[in-house]
T-cell receptor, first 112, second 109 residues
């Protein structure tokens, strides 16, 4: 069982380019999340989805978009990358309220 | 505003006991989580407290006082593999997790 898989694991990107980070889970969890983690800061929620077909904005949604066409996949898109989006991005899934989260291994993105 | 405070870094000795504190301020409260994150890896779930008191799970225990907005993670019989960051997160009234910046725990032989 893979759990939750992210791709790519690492990417260097020129500013202004479009980038999609992929996330797939095989646990049939309803809720999925995208976080960014920066040194000295806690995990910050970018977007979330409580169930397939619905999405919501988190704490830092600007410059990012998501879609949830089915239960398993939750891609994160940077329409026009900027250097401040250099970060480690974690996708997570869970059963919703009061449930533990399962995290992917992370995608390290550098925008130059 | 919503806020989580935990120490940035702690050092302890192999075989000893360490307590990592966390204070939180959230709009509503639906539980307190602790996660472990080894360098370069994903966070993994350690514990969840929603009622006051101590929850014990092997070498790790977690305590919650809702009236004080306070939790701690207690690690006993420290091993070198316990060197990691420990993340405290509180769930608010909208069931969103508010995360602390993490406590880096360094274990010395």
């Amino acid at each position: 069982i893979a759990g939750i898989t992210q791709a790519p694991t690492s990417q260097i990107l020129a500013a202004g380019r479009r980038m999609t980070l992929r996330c797939t889970q095989d646990m049939r969890h309803n809720a999925m999340y995208w976080y960014r983690q920066d040194l000295g800061l806690g995990l910050r929620l970018i977007h979330y989805s409580n169930t397939a077909g619905t999405t919501g904005k988190g704490e830092v949604p600007d410059g990012y978009s998501v879609s949830r066409a089915n239960t398993d996949d939750f891609p994160l898109t940077l329409a026009s990358a900027v250097p401040s989006q250099t970060s480690v991005y974690f996708c997570a899934s869970g059963q919703g309220a009061n449930g533990e989260l399962f995290f992917g291994e992370g995608s390290r993105l550098t925008v130059l | 505003g919503q806020n989580i405070d935990q120490p940035t870094e702690m050092t302890a000795t192999e075989g000893a006991i360490v307590q990592i504190n966390c204070t939180y301020q959230t709009s509503g409260f639906n539980g307190l989580f602790w996660y472990q994150q080894h360098a370069g890896e994903a966070p993994t779930f350690l514990s969840y407290n929603v009622l006051d008191g101590l929850e014990e799970k092997g070498r790790f225990s977690s305590f919650l006082s809702r009236s004080k907005g306070y939790s701690y993670l207690l690690l006993k019989e420290l091993q070198m593999k316990d060197s990691a960051s420990y993340l405290c997160a509180a769930m608010d009234s909208n069931y969103q997790l508010i995360w602390g910046a993490g406590t880096k725990l360094i274990i010395k032989p």
